[in-house]
C-alpha cells in the first residue's frame, strides 16, 4: 500500500476511531485502525475502519493511491503522530514485514503493524428500513438523554438509550435512565416515522459516537437503517455500525409524576452556580437539601468533617412550602445539557420524583429521585 493524503484528511479519519479502538480488550488487534487504500477514477479512497465488536465505524477519505493495500496499526499512536505533523501532504507505504512509514516533508516515522486481512471484518448490514433525520435534530435528542444512561454493566438493559415511535402523533422518542433519574424527549420527524424500529435500544458507547458523528461540521442529514439487532448510521462518507442492547427496558411511564403539586421557575445560570458552590462541602457523597418556601428556595449542605453551606434565590411563589433532598450531580447534570435561560421543577412532597424540564422546550422532560438526608 502506498499513498498520499492531507493532514486534514487523514487527521479526521483517525479522530473518528479513536473511541471506537478498545485498548483494554482482549484482542489487542482491536487497538488497531484498519486501514484499506483502493484505486479509482479520482485517484483513490482510504478507508479508515476500527470496531469493538459491537460498535463498529468505516470513514472514506480522498487520497492519491500509488499502490492499492491495507494494515493495521496501533489507532491512538498514529493519531497522536499525525496530529504533530506539518499541515502538508502526507505519505503512506506499507514495508513487506506490515510496518507502516509515514513521510511529511523532513518527518519520517516507521510504526510497528500487522497484515490488514488479520483485523476482523466488520459486519455487514443491509437495513430493512430506513429513515432520513436531521443531524441538529439528532444531536439535540441524544445530549438531552444520554447523560442519564447507567453505567453500571450489571444492568445491561439500562446501559443505552431506548427508541421510541410514537406513531399517532409521528414523533421519536428517546429515554434513558439509571435508576436514580430518568431523561426523556419527543421529536416530530415527519412521515418517514414508520421506518424508524420502536423499542430499541442503543448502547452508550454507540450514542456516543453517533454524537460525534451528527456534531461534524459538514453532517446535515443521516441515515439511520435497522436490521436484526443491528442499526446503521450513515452519511455519505461514513457509516457507523451498533450492536443493540437485547433487553427489555423497564417500564418508564410508571415513574413519570402524573402531576406536580407545585410548581417554580428558576434562573438556570442562577441556580447552577449556586449549586456547584454548595456541593463543595458534600465532599462528593452527601446530598443537598432543598427547601421553596413562598418568595425563596433555600439549597443547604451538612457534613461534619467539612462545615455547612446554605443559599437562597429568590422566587415568584405563593403556595406552601416543601423541601426535599438530592444528589447535586443528577441537578447539575439536566442543567448542564438543558443550557436554557429558566427551568421549570415540580414536586409533589419529599418522597416523589421531581420533575425539571427547560421552559423552551416542553418536550424535554429529566426526573430525579430524591434522597432521604
Known amino acids: 500500500m502506498k499513498l498520499s493524503i492531507t493532514k486534514t484528511e487523514i487527521s479526521k479519519a483517525l479522530a473518528r476511531v479513536q473511541g471506537i479502538a478498545e485498548k483494554r480488550n482482549s484482542m489487542p488487534i482491536l487497538a488497531n485502525v484498519f486501514l484499506e487504500a483502493t484505486r479509482d477514477g479520482q485517484g483513490g479512497t482510504l478507508r479508515a475502519s476500527a470496531t469493538d465488536l459491537e460498535v463498529g465505524l468505516v470513514g472514506s477519505h480522498a487520497a492519491m493511491v500509488d499502490k492499492p493495500g491495507s494494515v493495521t496499526v496501533a489507532a491512538r499512536r498514529l493519531f497522536e503522530v499525525v496530529r504533530e505533523l506539518p499541515d502538508e501532504t502526507v505519505v503512506l507505504e506499507t514495508t513487506p514485514n506490515s510496518y507502516l512509514e509515514l513521510h511529511c516533508l523532513r518527518s519520517r516515522f516507521v510504526l510497528a503493524g500487522t497484515s490488514g486481512e488479520e483485523y476482523p471484518p466488520l459486519p455487514s448490514v443491509v437495513p430493512e428500513r430506513t429513515v432520513r433525520l436531521q443531524a441538529a435534530v439528532l444531536s439535540h435528542m441524544i445530549d438531552r438523554t444520554m447523560y442519564a444512561a447507567s453505567t453500571d454493566e450489571t444492568r445491561y438493559n439500562l446501559n443505552g438509550v431506548y427508541l421510541e415511535v410514537l406513531e399517532t402523533e409521528q414523533r421519536l422518542r428517546m429515554v434513558a435512565t439509571d435508576g436514580h433519574r430518568l431523561a426523556y424527549t419527543d421529536r416530530s420527524i415527519g412521515a418517514e416515522i414508520s421506518n424508524v424500529a420502536s423499542g430499541v435500544i442503543i448502547p452508550r458507547k454507540g450514542m456516543g459516537e453517533l454524537k460525534r458523528l451528527v456534531d461534524e461540521q459538514d453532517a446535515d442529514e443521516i441515515e439511520l437503517g435497522f436490521s436484526g439487532n443491528s442499526v446503521v448510521a450513515a452519511t455519505p462518507a461514513v457509516k457507523l455500525v451498533m450492536r443493540l442492547i437485547e433487553g427489555e427496558f423497564p417500564n418508564y411511564r410508571q415513574v413519570l409524576p402524573k402531576s406536580s403539586k407545585h410548581r417554580v421557575i428558576v434562573d438556570s445560570a442562577t441556580l447552577e452556580h449556586v449549586l456547584r458552590r454548595v456541593q463543595i462541602v458534600t465532599d462528593g457523597g452527601r446530598g443537598i437539601h432543598l427547601q421553596i418556601t413562598p418568595g425563596k428556595l433555600s439549597i ?48 409533589i412532597d419529599d418522597l416523589s420524583p421531581v420533575q425539571i424540564r427547560p421552559t423552551d422546550d416542553l418536550d424535554a422532560l429529566a426526573v430525579v429521585m430524591p434522597m432521604r438526608l
Do not use: M, Q, T
Open 300 to 347: 443547604s449542605a451538612k457534613n461534619p468533617d467539612v462545615g455547612e453551606a446554605y443559599e437562597e434565590i429568590d422566587l415568584d411563589y405563593a403556595g406552601e412550602a416543601v423541601s426535599i433532598g438530592f444528589n447535586p450531580r443528577y441537578l447539575l447534570d439536566c442543567l448542564g445539557v438543558f443550557r436554557s435561560k429558566e427551568v421549570e421543577i415540580g414536586l
